[in-house]
């Protein structure tokens, strides 16, 4: 069974940092990519950053460039996703998810992800 289980999240001034962690079991890790997505209340989950099953391709979502870096661990089966320079409008709850993909590419969009785990708040306020 695959299992994506996201943490780190928490309350945070602006300006300051927080990392999230995908911890995932079920699946042979380093064929999957995986994604971070967000949902603010009242609006539609949107994609921060992916990361390819490799490492070596990322994405990041304009909003988020330059502050926000992916990364993965395929020994440890974690993905991590480090956020500095947190703005209030980061506020959200972020998922991770997850899809077979053997390759230099990751998806941005909700729908190329067959997998999630539950969310993790994220709330950046002074």
């Known amino acids: 069974e695959v299992q994506l289980q996201a943490s780190g999240g928490g309350l945070v001034q602006p300006g300051g940092s927080l990392r999230l962690s995908c911890a995932a079991s079920?699946?042979?890790?380093?064929?999957?990519?995986i994604g971070w997505f967000r949902q603010a209340p009242g609006k539609e989950r949107e994609g921060v950053s992916c990361?390819?099953?490799?490492?070596?391709?990322?994405y990041y979502a304009d909003s988020v460039k330059g502050r926000f870096t992916i990364s993965r661990d395929n020994g440890e089966n974690t993905v991590y996703l480090q956020m500095n320079s947190l703005k209030p409008e980061d506020t959200a709850v972020y998922y991770c998810?997850?899809?077979?993909?053997?390759?230099?590419?990751?998806?941005?969009?909700?729908?190329?992800?067959?997998?999630w785990g539950q969310g993790t708040q994220v709330t950046v306020s002074s």
């Open positions: 998810a997850t899809t077979y993909y053997r390759g230099s590419y990751c998806g941005a969009l909700v729908d190329e992800y067959d997998y």
């Open positions: 079920g699946f042979t890790f380093d064929d999957y990519a």
């Open positions: 990361i390819s099953s490799s490492g070596g391709s990322a």
